[in-house]
Every structure is written in C-alpha cells, then in structure tokens.
C-alpha cells in the first residue's frame, strides 16, 4: 500500500493492483553483453513462434551460412527460422522445448572455423544508425522485411511481429508502446541492450510506427533502470513524435493489458477475444524493435538474441548474445556451471518462466534469460484451506475471481470456472505470490485452462471422425 | 519436495551439468512472505492492547475468559481434527486462538466469577465446534465462529450475559454508593454484596432513556415521572472521554473504542484488514445516528455516544474484517460493512436488544453469499462487443 501511494506521488505510471516482488537484478544488471560462440551441436526447433510450425528448406548434411533461410512456411501467422552460425545441417531430429513441448528440429553443427563473423558482437551492438530515415521506408515493404528476417515477439510471447505491423482499415493504430519494462525479476537483458544499444531500438521503433501506420510510439521503461531510461532518452532526441515514460516498479508491468492502461490510460477488452490492437495500440517488445531495425534497414535476419544467466544459482551471472538453439548446458557451462544447490533452473524468470528438467533444452528466439535458483530462492507451495481473506481478488491485474476459479478447477467444475472468465487469466502468477494459505492459483488456472483446451481439440477430433 | 532431495549434491562442475535433473513445476516460482499463521498472528498482535486494557478495567476477569475461550476453542479444533482424521495443523494456524479472543473480548466480566466459569469454555467450544467444524473447517463456514458461540451463551445464559459489573476504576465509588444505601460503612460491606454490584451499560443507558422518552410523550397523565427518570439517566450518562477509554461498564475487550480503534488502523496499514468494511460501517452509523439525533436530540444520543460505546469500534475492526464470513470482492465489503452498521443501528434504536453487532454481523454473514454473487467483478477491459 504504501509503495503504490509513493508511486503515485512520483508521478509515475501505474496500473490498479498488481504486486511488487523483490527486482532481484542486481546479479547481471551492470554486467555488458558478452557474445557467446558456440561449439557444440546446436538445436534448432522449427517451432518457435505462436503459429504455423516451420518446414525445412535445408536437405541434412547440408552446408549453410550464416544467416542462410533454413526452415519457412506459407501460412500467415509464421515466421521463418535462419542459421544462427555457419555450419553443418544434421539429421532432424525431435527436441524439447524451454515450455514442456517435444517438436520437430534440425541440429547444426557450427563450421570448424568462421562458424560466426568475429565482429558478431559489435555488430549487433552497433551504435552509429545517424544517416539512416525511417520515413524513407514503403510501409509494405517494412512489414515484408520483418518477416523475412523472422521478427517474433521477444517478451516471450513469440508471435510473429510482421502480423502485428500490418495496416488494417478496420482497425487503425494510432500509439506504438515499446515495452522496456522487463517487469520479471531478476531479467536483465531488455536492460542491457537498451543501455548499449539504444539507437537502433529507437529506428525500430520509428519503423514499427511508419508500418502500422501511427501517429506516436512510447517507450516505457521501468523506474529500476534509471540508465536505460537516460540513454533512450538521449536516443530519441529531435525526434518529437517519440517519448520515454517512466513506469512504476510493479508487477506486470510488462503485460500489454497493464501496460496499456499505465501509459494511456486505456483498457484492452479481455482475452480472448480482446487485442491491444481494439484500442488502436500495438505493442513491441525493445528486443523486438532492435531486431526490427537490424533486419529492416541493416538486412540481417534474426540469428541471435540477448539472454541474461542469472540467479543465485549460477556461478557467474551475466548477459550474453546468443545464437538462437545454443543448448542451455553449453551457455550455464560458459557461466562457470551450477551451484549445488540448485533446485530450479527457468527459462525466463520467476513469475511466468517455466522449468526445464535438464539442460538438453535450445535457447529459442521467445527465451530472454535463464534464471537457476536455489532451494532458498524459490517459493513452497504448502497448500493449506483457502481461508477467503481476498488477496488473490485484490491483486489480480484483470479484476479475476481468482480463488473461485481455482476452486473450480480443483473440482473439475470446468464449466464454472468459465462462467468466472478463467480465459481471460494471463497467467501471471499475482494470485500465487499473494495467497497466504499457499495455495497455487495460477498453476491450478493454468491447468485448467489446459484441459479446457484439451477437451475442446478431442472434441473436435470427434466431430471429424463422426462426420 | 522429493525432487528436490534428489538432486545430488554434487560439485558445480560443468560435466555434471548434463546428468542433474532439476525440479520441474508450473510458473510462479515467487511468493511474498504473507502466510495464514502470521496473519493470525499480527491479528493477535493488534488484540493484546485491548486486552491490556480489558486486564485494567476488569482485571483477572479479562484474563480469565481469554485463557477460558482460547482453551475451549482448542480443544473443541482438535477434536474436531480428531474426528475427521485430519492432522492438527489448523491449532496452529490461529485461527482458532482468534476466534477465543473474539468471543472472550465480548464477554461480561461477571462471566469469570467462580460457578460461571464453565460457559466461557463451553461457548468456545460451541464457537468452534458448531460455528466452523461442522461447515468443513477453516474457509468454509458462513458465520463468524466467534459470533457463532456468543450467540450460544446469549440463548443459554441471558442472565449471565447481561450481568455488567464495574470497572476497577468505578468500583470504590459503587462500593461507596452502595454502602450509603445500607447505611453501613465501605469496610462493613460482605463479598457477597460486592460481587453482587452491577451497572448499567452505556447502551443500556440508552435503550432507557429512549424509552422514558417515548412514554413520556405517549402517556401525559404521567409525564413528570418519566421526564424526572429521563433526566436521571441522562445525569448518569458517561461523559464521551469517559467511553472512548472505556472506562464503563460492558464487555471485557471491548469497552474501550479508542484503543480498537487504534489497533484496528494499524491492521489495516499493515494490510491485515480491508479498510472497506470497517469504513462503510461507521459511516452508516454515524449517518444513522447523526439523523436521529437531529431528529430528537433529548431522545437520541449523537453519533459519537454511538462509535464509542458497546462493541461497534471493536466489531467494525475486528470482527466485521473476519474473512470467512464477509464478501470477497471489494464493492461486496463495502456493502457489507454498510448493512452491518445499518443493522446495528435499527437493532440498538428499534430493537429489544441494546446492543446489536452480534446479531447485525450474522445477520449479515448469512447475506454474504448473495451480495457477492451480485457483486461479481467484470474482468479488466469487458468482454469485447462483436
Ligand atoms: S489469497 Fe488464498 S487464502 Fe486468500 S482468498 Fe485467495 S485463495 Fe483464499
Ligand atoms: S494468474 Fe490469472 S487469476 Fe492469477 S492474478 Fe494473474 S490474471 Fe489474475
């Protein structure tokens, strides 16, 4: 309570409800990105945005470049997938993605010399975009580029960025909000990169509103990283239709619905019908945006992106540009390895990120960080009776019913837990933060949501084979 | 947590990477440190002063009724437990030592003399036994498990219940009175005759007063006699300092608004209580009570007689907060706390009863499950219009 007063007396862009975890991110936040090259096998899944999954274009044993097209698909909402190093395609093969689902891949081993430019990381970190105009820019052509260089949804979502850019007749745009808010403890990617790399966040910014046709972009940024905020600020100089605001430190902040609402106000309808896009805002992920412009203007695909190790579980935290399906094992191996008391390592962070049971995962192009926690770190869930004090319905950021809808979903009551929006949830975990009793609403909702979905496609397989 | 167990614990070294497995469970991996026991706790906590106060004003009784209730809503948990062959972790969750102090707070002093002893005991048992245990526990029932049990007592011993003895820092001016009346000296007075000393509480005071009142004006004939009773209760009357501290008669913990109402404010700044319930219900009651006051000023005393006397400070804090009973949802508590200091207010001014939370706060609980069907929240941003 009296945080969310002291934001509010700051001036600072807040949404109602929420929560404010501990930030965590003192571990890699003033750590430079490294770039990391790659020795073993690489893996890349052809699945690694919302979507149609990807088909190889690449024959095994095939030699390709770096950054060569190696997987496509026709269908709309997709995005094609490129070698990230120069080297040897294998056999496909199957593998285990950071979220739980086994889906088609193709190893790649790296070349045994030049595998990747030496310049790898200057390159991506380049500072000097000065002679380049957006507004010089086709607006199709824009939207085309992105999706050539395979741009998805960086905050985690993955879903294909082209789609997003689109003009609609229907459903104009007139805001583009750059989430810069890395709202997730402990990550600290978006952070470094906005630190080192802000111009051609800012051209990619610019771009993504010249495509969807807007009058304004915004980048928020959360209070906590004061020098982010400072360098885009300098970023974005003489460039009047561009801001930088200054989220409160809450808890999601980097939701779109929280988002939207902090910075202007407007509420998105629920999901999951509702998009940021009925209240003509689209929102791009900062990461997003520099693989924008990088693809756009410099005509790189999207072959590597920053993720942060880190947690009290690593040896040695930091922030490194990966090539996308470098295995977890070879990344925390380069960090000096686990501490023994590890119990969890997340792909992602601590509110959304899901477990990996080992390390034979690939980072893929939704994974911004790798958080290893220790036994101390993470939470116990001792469940014991609900004791209807009310938490979980005060902070839930979308206004949920949320011990009720976990409690039809213990009961099986699937039905009911409809009736009380359980689609609607983001599944960001407020509830579970807050409940005293220790009950896990989230992962309850989650599951029921699962099943829900479950039951939906085994009845539509029924109605197939019955007519 | 086998899993975890099961991660040896071996040395950080890079091979070992690929051979450990690691925990695997659903999103969040964070939770804040706010449990079901240290709620009860801090619960606890902002009750001691009251009680401190109730061992000032009414000395042993207070703790006696506390250690009573406390034991007997225990004892009636485990059973409970026992029964159902679950384990005894509730006894320590608190719940149960809150619900003892709830009820032993709105007890009588004279609920501690020696043959009484046994129905503060019994209505903690009751409180548990019949007001959470046969719902299914903690979360479960409908009424407030306190209220519950002072309701039994209420029904089974309204004698008791309504036994008001004097405060410590009243006694030697009763004792005086008293002596005056049988024209004996204070020394000369016999145990008997003191334990046998009672008072009128404030409310009580009230309910009178309004009644001379009424017959006054509906009987002419003998309109001296009831203006002159009138006017002695009114003489008699607490001053407002008087039952802000609490020093009158009435229940063990809850005389004393000014402490309940501090204590109260600190829960809610520590985020213990919703601040919803407990503002809606002053409000009705100083609405209320500012109304009929202006109405009738000689009949009805003002709002402020109302928020400092009985158990309206110490039920708006303490017990229209209780979470089980009251509505989930944010707007559900403010129609809530509204209804109990409507209630509250129609049973203390209309009713037979002068005192009225217990009932108003039932009465409410059992409303409870309408008023959040009706306040179900919509989800953030509506559902999208196609
Ligand atoms: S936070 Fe937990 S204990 Fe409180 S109402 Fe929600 S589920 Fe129940
Ligand atoms: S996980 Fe779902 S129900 Fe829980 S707080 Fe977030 S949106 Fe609300």
Redesign the pocket.
Known sequence: MIQVLRDRLKGLKVFSRGIHPPHRKKYSESLPIRAYIPKGELMIPMVQHIGAPCEPVVKAREEVVFGQKIADVGAPVSAPIHATVSGKIGVGTVCLLPSGRRVPALPLKPAESEALPANVLEDFLDRDWDGVDPAGYDPEAIVQTVREAGVVGQGGATFPTHFKLRRNPKTPIDTVILNGCECEPYLTADHRLMVEAPEPIVIGLQLAVRACGAERGIIAIEENKPDAIEAMRKAIAGRPELDVVVCATQYPMGGERQLIAAVLGREVPSAPLGLPLHVRVVVVNVATAHSIARGVVKGKPFTHRVVSVTGGGVVEPGNWLVPVGTMFSELIAACGGVKPDVVKVLAGGPMMGPTVPHLDVPVTKGVGGITIMTEAETAHWQESPCMRCGR?VS????Y?S?TK?AHAVMHRDYELAEKYHMSA????????YVCPAGIP??QY?RAGKNQVRMIAAQKKAQDKKAG | MSEAQSVPPSKAEPAAVQERGFLVSSAPHLADRATTSRIMFEVVLAMVPLLAAGIYFFRFAAVALTVLCVAGCLAAEAVANRMRGWSQASLRDGSAVVTGMILAFSLPASMASGSRFYMAFMGGVVAIALGKAVFGGLGNNLFNPAMVGRAFLMICFPAAMAAWIPTAPMMPEAKATLAAEKGVSVDALGREDVDAITTATPLYQAAKLSEYVAKAESEPEKQDVFRAQAQKIRDAMPGLWRLAIGNVGGCVGETSALIALICGLWLVVRGVADWRSPAALLAVVVVFAGLAHWINPGRFPGPLYHLTSGALMFGAFFIATDYVGAPLTASGRLIFGAGVGLLVMLIRTFGAYPEGVMFAILIMNALTPLIERATHPKPFGGQLQT
């Open positions: 979980c902070n839930c950021p979308l949920l949320t809808i949830c983001c599944e960001c975990g407020c509830c579970s609403l989230a909702i």
